[in-house]
Each structure stands twice: as C-alpha cells, then as structure tokens.
C-alpha cells in the first residue's frame, strides 16, 4: 500500500538501535513543519525493532509514522502512530486503539512501549493482548501516542485532536474510504471519549462507526480521591503532572502545595508510591484548590454541553478500586439524555485490570457490528444490562475459542522446524 502514497515522506533506516523517544531523532518535527496541514504524514519508518509481546501473537506489519497534529491551543506539535497491517487485512476497516498509558512521561509512549517490553510499561502488554484480538478480525490497526509529545495525561483537547490527526494519516496511507472504530480503556477510554466528541466539529470527513470505552473515569477529581492511599496512588502524580505539562497556572497552583515529584510510567509509578496518602501528607487539601479544581473541570466529560455524536458501548466493573462506577453511572445519563446510542455492559466483578480483560471481547464483536451496519438490538437510543462477567456478553465464548485456535496456529507456526 505503501506505493499508494505519492507525495514526499521520509523514510529512516530500521537497522537503528532502539533509543527511548527523548532521544530518537524521529520523534522530532522536521523543519518548517508548522506549515503542514493538520494530519499530514510527515515521517515512516518500519521500527526499530520488533513489537515484543510476550502475552499474545502480533501477526503484522508495523510501521511508524510521524503526523501532524495541534495541541489545545492550536499550535503545531507532531504524534507517533504505530500501525498494524495484518495478514489478509480488510483496508476498509482501521481500528485506532488508544492504549491506557495513565503516564507523563515522552518515554512511556506506546509507540516506543510496544518494543521495548520492559516491566517499566508493563501494561502496553495487556494491550497487546487487545490488539491482538483486533488483528485476529483483519482489521488494520493504529496506536497513536494519544498523549502527545508533553504527555499531558489526561487533556481532552490535544488527545482528541492527536487521535483524530493519526486517522487521517491512516486513511491517506491505507484507504480513502476507509470505515474507523475506537478503542481505549481507562486513559486510554478518556482520550477515546473526547475524539467522539470533537469528532463531528473538528473531523467530519472521517466515517466514524463507533467507540468502546472500559474503565472510564468522567470525573477526574473522583478518581484523584478514589486512589488515594491505595494501591494506585502514583496516578495522582502522574495525573498532577501531565496537567502541569499543559498548563502553566495549574503547574504553579500545585506547586503552593508541594514539589513537583519524580515521573514514572504507570506500573513503575504504582510500585513506588504505592499506599502514599498525597491529599494528607504530600500535597494536603490539595484535592480541594480552586485554580486546579478549574482544570479537572474543564477535562472532565461531566457537566460537558458537548457529547459523543457516534455510538457508544462503555464496559464497567461494578466494584472499581479506580474509577468509580457511580461516575459512570453519571455520564450515561447523561448522554443518554442527550440522544448518544450507548450500550452500557456493567460486570458485577471486581477490579479494574480485570475487567480491561473480560470487556474487551464484547467491545470487538460489539464494533464489528458497527463496521457492518448492524442495527442495535434493543429498543430507544439506550441500554443498560448488567452480567456476572462480561465474558458472558452475547457471542464472547465463541469469539474467545476462535480466537484462541488462531493463537496457537499462529504460535506454532514460528516454532524452529528441524
């Protein structure tokens, strides 16, 4: 497909040793870039080493590209996308899935995580997992570094425009008419989230058929309360500074409060500042600050006047240690009210990593209904149906036994034949 693509693009040698992001040269915007169009591919590259999976097969061709994009306030910045071309891929089906990388750092990025596999980034493993599951369906994939390249976990603004930008660089490098589905989970769910939204204003030329959010956090104060002193505590620091990343006023509010603390990705983070109480004894009362309280405000999907215009399948475990499910609650009825076709699948299981497992399967068939036309099959524009797992989810165990015998074909198809 690649000889599609007739204008400029720069290619880089892929015998390059891998170098975290801060130091790898593609990562940078060439020179005069500002005067790009938005989602124009501006670099690729195939990686610098192979997509390291260690939970689930990659059957695919990787590539790396360079995209223009914006942030906020509407200056120029660039954004990786890793895209996954499977064997026998469907051109006309792209699935830009936005990993939950809940991180503030450049070199956490998914791009680089995919092939570095280190413990540091652990959870791009679980999301290789997922995507496996997508290229099993033949759909092409992409990952865009969602976040941007000042990690500002979680802004809505520049993560919707970075995603949005990456699928138009999609549709110029795979297929014109090409169909597009989301997936996130988590953060990854929260930047999802906000491309549904911005996507008729700001995108309208990309067919959209649909988005499915796990673990979604509306209310990012509740879930700064929520982890607080528990085992998720570091996502206080790495929320507190991916906010700072964009915004100088909320950078210098927190500092009223304390240092600003050491990054780290988002398992690192958990294991380092596991049990801290920050809103007690690093940052007290901080959850209570006027000028950041602004800012949690203005990137929580609560209270928004503006709401997805696509359909929406949102999957949830009943009891979560991170993101509270009554928040969810909250942003279904309110897009409900709003007229969003939504299917809310509530798991009455515990725990949030678990449920990025068990929601999954249900969110692919759920999307492959969507990229068929398929009508939903329930009454009004909404429902809401809660199960004992989600794997229980209408066609899931068969989907999982196909799935897991393409697995294996493929695992033992890359064993040394003697």
């Given at each position: 497909?690649?000889?599609?693509?007739?204008f400029?693009?720069?290619?880089?040698?892929?015998?390059?040793s891998?170098l975290?992001?801060?130091?790898?040269?593609?990562?940078?915007?060439?020179?005069?870039?500002?005067?790009t169009?938005?989602?124009?591919?501006?670099?690729?590259?195939?990686?610098?080493?192979?997509?390291?999976?260690y939970?689930?097969?990659?059957?695919?061709?990787?590539w790396?590209?360079?995209?223009r994009?914006?942030?906020?306030?509407?200056?120029p910045?660039?954004?990786?996308?890793?895209?996954l071309?499977?064997?026998?891929?469907?051109?006309?089906?792209?699935?830009?899935?936005?990993?939950?990388?809940?991180?503030?750092?450049?070199?956490?990025?998914?791009?680089?995580?995919?092939l570095?596999?280190?413990f540091?980034i652990?959870?791009?493993?679980?999301?290789?997992t997922?995507?496996?599951?997508a290229?099993?369906?033949?759909?092409i994939?992409?990952?865009?570094?969602?976040?941007?390249?000042?990690?500002v976990?979680?802004?809505?603004?520049?993560?919707?425009?970075?995603?949005?930008n990456c699928?138009?660089?999609?549709?110029?490098?795979?297929?014109?008419?090409?169909?597009?589905?989301?997936?996130?989970?988590?953060?990854g769910a929260?930047s999802?989230?906000?491309?549904?939204?911005?996507?008729?204003?700001?995108?309208?030329?990309?067919?959209?058929?649909g988005?499915?959010?796990?673990?979604?956090?509306?209310?990012?104060?509740?879930?700064?309360e929520?982890?607080?002193?528990?085992p998720?505590?570091?996502?206080?620091?790495?929320?507190?500074?991916?906010l700072?990343?964009?915004?100088p006023e909320f950078?210098?509010?927190l500092?009223?409060?304390g240092?600003?603390?050491?990054n780290?990705?988002l398992?690192?983070?958990?294991?380092?500042?596991?049990?801290?109480?920050?809103n007690?004894?690093?940052?007290?009362?901080?959850?209570?600050?006027e000028t950041?309280?602004k800012?949690?405000?203005?990137?929580?999907?609560?209270?928004?006047?503006?709401?997805?215009?696509v359909?929406?399948?949102?999957?949830?475990?009943?009891?979560?240690?991170?993101?509270?499910?009554?928040?969810?609650?909250?942003?279904?009825?309110?897009?409900?009210?709003?007229?969003?076709?939504l299917?809310?699948?509530?798991?009455?299981s515990?725990?949030?990593?678990?449920?990025?497992?068990s929601?999954?399967?249900?969110?692919?068939?759920?999307l492959n209904?969507?990229f068929?036309d398929?009508?939903?099959?329930?009454?009004?524009?909404?429902h809401?149906?809660?199960?004992v797992?989600?794997?229980?989810y209408p066609?899931?165990?068969?989907?999982?036994k196909?799935?897991?015998?393409?697995?294996?074909?493929?695992?033992?198809?890359?064993?040394?034949?003697?």
């Open positions: 497909m690649l000889s599609l693509i007739i400029s693009i720069v290619f880089t040698s892929s015998s390059l891998l975290p992001p801060h130091l790898d040269e593609f990562y940078k915007p060439p020179k005069n870039y500002n005067s169009k938005v989602g124009e591919i501006l670099k690729v590259r195939p990686p610098p080493g192979p997509i390291r999976s939970l689930a097969p990659i059957n695919a061709i990787a790396q590209i360079l995209v994009s914006e942030n906020s306030r509407g200056e910045n660039v954004i990786v996308m890793t895209l071309e499977p064997p026998d891929a469907n051109p006309k089906r792209i699935l830009s899935y936005q990993p939950f990388e809940n991180a503030a750092i450049l070199d956490c990025s998914p791009s680089y995580a995919l570095s596999g280190s540091d652990f959870e791009t493993q679980c999301d290789l997922f995507i496996s599951m290229l099993s369906q033949n759909w994939v992409i990952i865009p570094d969602h976040e941007g390249p000042n990690s976990f979680p802004v809505a603004k520049e993560s919707a425009f970075a995603i949005l699928m138009r660089a999609a549709k110029t490098f795979i297929n014109e008419d090409a169909k597009f589905a989301l997936i996130g989970y988590s953060g929260h999802s989230a906000w491309a549904t939204i911005y996507h008729e204003s700001y995108a309208p030329e990309l067919e959209l058929v988005a499915a959010l796990g673990g979604l956090f509306p209310n990012i104060s509740a879930l700064l929520n982890v607080n002193g528990g998720y505590a570091g996502l206080i620091v790495n929320t507190l500074n991916g700072s990343n964009e915004y950078k210098n509010a500092h009223k409060y240092p600003t603390l050491k780290y990705c398992f690192s983070s958990a294991v380092h500042y596991f049990g801290t109480h920050f007690e004894h690093i940052y007290k009362n901080f959850l209570y600050d950041m309280k800012y949690y405000l203005k990137n929580d999907l609560l209270g928004q006047d503006k709401n997805p215009t359909p929406i399948f949102i999957y949830h475990s009943k009891i979560n240690e991170i993101a509270p499910i009554d928040e969810t609650h909250k942003i279904i009825t309110q897009w409900c009210k709003a007229g969003v076709t299917e809310f699948a509530e798991d009455a515990y725990n949030h990593m678990v449920e990025a497992f929601g999954i399967p249900a969110s692919i068939l759920w209904d969507r068929n398929e009508p939903t099959e329930f009454e009004g524009n909404c809401w149906e809660k199960r797992s989600n794997l229980l066609g899931v165990p068969n989907f999982l196909e799935y897991l015998k393409i697995s294996a074909k493929q695992y033992l198809s890359q064993l040394p034949i003697r």
